[in-house]
């Protein structure tokens, strides 16, 4: 049989029932505020979230792709979309409902794993609703605990979903509210970056792991892609609920990354002039091919001349 692709699905079931849905192998439920497409490829099914960046990225005529969707197609698994109409974190209330009624009605049991996933808006919604499956895991790529101010005070990165949307009533207002719910899960942040490390800080517990990596910034899981490791962790994760080594391993080649590498090599050159710091100029410069470490490099020198 051929593999089953995200769009373009002949027996796909369209319907505004997600009941309805439950019972069927590919959907697409048209939501007032949050769609779901899914497609049944095995029994490790992958929940997506949507981020700020998929959301520009979109067509714009429905049914849109899910996150992830190509990167599931190419792995075999299946996937369901959760897709908000609005760059809104999820706050419409309707997504939670989608999902109780999905769990009420078994679509979840006929998958063996479920990994809830997203990045930043999208990994806020992962931590919140990852609660409401009792066997997901959880994969969250820079989240944010909440953006409401009395909660979080340091987070004013985002002033138009605060402005606009309900964070102060509505149910799912804080992540780490739920946090004890979920069966296991990883949070990836940067803890260069001041507001990822204390919405980290407020993410500890004690079934969820937490993986530093510095230097990657906000956008992390584009650091993450272009290592080569998002698609090791994607086929790994959900069946062992563990970060193996051959992950760590890969991201050995976020040093080919411009994104990675200046921020790295600005922190480095900041230090101060000497044997190590030269040599680590001289390695991004000749082995990974930074031109912008030769430049690094001599502002270093004349810095430590002055």
Known sequence: MAPKTALGMTTLLTTDSVSQAATADDFWVRGRDCDLFAIRRSDSLLVTFDN?????????????????ASRAEMLGQSILGV???????YRSGEAPEQ???????????????????????????????????PRAKVL???????????????????????????????????ASLYLDRISTGVIFFDPKVTEDKLHAK???????????????????????????????????????????????KLM???????????????????RRDSRMTRRACEIMHNIHG????????????????D
Not at 55 to 64: A, H, L, V
Not at 290 to 305: L, S, T, V
């Open 52 to 68: 700020l960046a998929s959301i520009n990225e979109r067509s714009e005529t429905r049914p849109w792709n899910p996150w992830l």
């Open 83 to 89: 897709q908000s109409h609005h760059k809104d974190w």
């Open 99 to 133: 999902i109780r009624s999905l769990q009420q009605n078994g679509y979840f049991d006929r998958f063996r794993n479920i990994v809830f996933t997203g990045a930043s808006m999208g990994a806020f919604a992962a931590l919140c609703f990852g609660s409401l499956v």
């Open 140 to 174: 969250a790529f820079s989240p944010q605990s909440t953006l409401n101010r009395d909660i979080a005070p340091f987070e004013k990165r985002y002033p138009y979903p605060y402005r606009k949307f309900d964070w102060q009533e509505l149910e799912f207002l804080d």
């Open 202 to 248: 407020r993410l500890e517990a004690p079934r969820l792991s937490q993986v530093q990596m510095p230097f990657t910034g906000h956008k992390l899981i584009r650091v993450i892609i272009k290592a080569g490791a998002l698609e090791h962790l994607l086929a790994t994760y959900p069946e062992t609920g563990k970060i193996d080594a051959q992950f760590f």
């Open 252 to 270: 050995r080649q976020r040093r080919d990354n411009e994104r990675w590498a200046k921020p790295f090599l600005a922190a480095v050159t900041d």
């Open 290 to 305: 930074h031109r912008f470490a030769r430049r690094m490099r001599r502002q270093m020198i004349a810095r430590a001349k």
